[in-house]
């Protein structure tokens, strides 16, 4: 995907850096709304599971699952932001604030 993001910017022929910060804020809403609906989507498959009767041992793996998914996500949503920050010129884009509230940790 990387390579495909500096493909479109590099054919925009020297687009404007607030373009460019357009981009970075649409990517940051859409890994915000992925790491906000992955877990609920595992969540929501073991519930299934766990409904039909099948496999405890694989409901028991899926919800520990979301619960990583959502640790990690929101730990890649952060580092995400901050480079998002420096890319916009902010070199100041340092945070000790708990961001973990954003997706109901």
Not at 68 to 81: E, H, I, V
Request: proline share 2%.
């Amino acid at each position: 995907m990387a390579s495909a993001l500096w493909g479109f910017l590099l054919a925009q022929g020297g687009r404007q850096m607030e373009g460019e910060d357009n981009v970075l804020d649409e990517l940051l809403k859409e890994i915000a709304a992925l790491v906000h609906e992955y877990p609920r989507a595992i969540e929501h498959r073991a519930a299934i599971i766990q409904a039909t009767g099948k496999d405890p041992e694989l409901v028991e793996k899926l919800v520990k699952a979301a619960d990583t998914m959502r640790d990690s996500g929101n730990l890649y949503f952060t580092w995400a932001k901050h480079y998002a920050a420096l890319a916009e010129g902010n070199t100041d884009a340092t945070s000790d604030e708990d961001e973990t509230e954003d997706f109901d940790v």
